[in-house]
């Protein structure tokens, strides 16, 4: 029977590494992630996995390390977090490029500088064209359920690409939860056993890995990496349906909230999502016409599905929890609204950046936000386009 | 140990010919001679570099073994993932063969830029052998100068001009040396020309339980300006002159494993490299005494070391 636990994010993460046992984790601590890395250790040596812990002395290492074992037929596993994402930046690329489905928690946290610990995205915002599959967790149970889903994507035959599976740190890592877990041998079956392709440790056939590729061929291997993230969706989905069935918890590539008949929405990524619902819930009950669009994964981008979901939408607010230092707004703004553009009446977009380094948003700044929205519809005047939510402009 | 015939192709070749490294560079004799030892059974890694680059350009690879390339500065926490996830898998009795590590970098990917990834793959006691081909400058991005470098060296970021006479102004870094003070189980430094010697030694760094490394000089007629035909002279030269001692570390135990009958000076071995030319000029009058009496010094250091007398 699946168990009811209470339990922070990080030990949720971690059991579900627990229970992948994947055969090789290379890890470097950092908060807010460190709890993850310290969990585990306890599991290696009471030995309740039986994985090859690397303890490297840096995440430019455990994700080369990751690499090398991945290439050599090994399932391997890493989590970081801000600094130490943008530490391995170099390799992650590499580590997509070479096609390894290697699995890694990021817990979010803000990029120095100046040097914060708490969270946003701007760690995994800046490595969304690293050519990792990145899935955003809105709490605990969605970050044990991702990570055990993840092995599966990763290792899709068809697809062979890393995947990222986010929380926002503090909020959701140092946060307690309930949640359900399957039971271990119900999460061994439902990955099943790795079989790598053309590692290196066969001896008898071997390979070149990461060979010097250039114009007559390097364009080429591109396109393929975007073949395979472009087909990436639709195994995700896949995998989430087999996990629902294991599970009973139901998985999209992203979840619309009362967006039937809304018309205003927010769109929003990670525990923010959690925090707008219960807005939704409470506005509702005055007969507000209000809605959610939550991103579960941003990359791929599931375009078609955000087409679909925001039809016939009057405003929608699209939140963005780290800054792209364009001038035109973060990442998810810009990603959402040129979807939608293609829409015969698309909705008045605004491009909202909130939360940085942990600044906290809570009920009363998701309700006036809401507020703001309705009164654009109302006037018909959609005022700045780009805004920030919560911050002292003096 | 393999016969000098062995080595002469006698084994399978197993970095092939069709390499685009340039005639007379170091690298693909070293790397000859160590895989002429470990055979078959390996799996390699390697820094981004000339050795690389020039030895597997898509769709063709010149290595007839398991290879990675990773990236510049992470050979070795590349390999020890490697081994990591041959430990686990043997464990879990995927595998059965008995599969040995070797991970080949220039000086830019071990002394200055891998230098990290190399300390920690060494300290965590990975069971893999570490060998660097030491040419002494970036070569593969045109000749740069490296902590490799030796003193005196006109390269491309130490350009021998009226400020900076004497070319590079700095002593070269003592890795072998910083490597051995890592403690760990087998060190040692080897030249291309004494094959006996070189492969003597990959064969003790691969039998030891744990991480090795071993420096290898390498020449790089392009970047030292010498001459194609001279490049195993000049591996005998740096070793006759005391430039490039040979010498291991065993359980922390110093040996030196040949004390010239007769040290040749140091010019000997300047006077052959287009890279040192400008310390022949007058105004550079002093500098080869001081780098002969930085040789001097290096070597009677090593000596005490070993516990020999001078």
Redesign the interface.
Known sequence: MPKKVIMKGNEAVALAMRQINPNVVAAYPITPQTEIVQIFSSFVSDELVDTEFVTVESEHSAMSASIGASAAGARAMTATSANGLAFMWEVIYIAASLRLPIVMAVVNRALSGPINIHCDHSDSMGARDSGWIQIYSENAQEAYDNMIQGIRIAEHEDLKLPVMVTMDGFIISHAMENLMVLEDDKVEDFIGEYKPQYPLLDIENPVTYGPLDLYDFYFEHKRQQAEAMRIAGRIIKNVADDYEKLSGRSYGLVEPYYLEDAKVALVVLGSTAGTAKACVDELRLEGKKVGLLKIRVFRPFPYDEIIEALKGLKVVAIMDRSDSFSSFGGPVFNEVRSAILSLERPPITLSYIYGLGGRDVNLKDILGLYHDLEEIVFSGEPGEVLRYLGVRES | MASLKELAGGTPNLLTGGHRLCAGCGAPIIVRQVLAVAG????I?CATGCL??AT??????S?????????F??AA?????????????R??GK?S?D?KFITFGGDGGTYDIGL??L???M??GHRMLYVCYDNGAYMNTGIQRSSATPRGANTTTSPVGKGLKAGKPQYRKDLTGIMAAHDIPYVAQVSPYNWRDLTKKVEKALSVDGPSFINALSPCPRGWITNTPDTIELTRVAVDTCFWPLYEVEDGRWKVNYKPKEKRPLIDWLKMQGRFKHLFNPENQGIIEELQADVNRRWEKLLNKAGESV
């Open positions: 078959r059974d390996v799996v890694s690389e680059v597997s350009i898509y769709p063709y690879t290595w007839a073994v398991p290879f990675i390339h990773n990236a500065e992470n926490a590349t390999i020890s993932g490697v081994e990591s996830a041959y430990k686990v898998l464990r879990r595998l063969k599969i990290q990834s300390s920690g793959a300290e965590r």
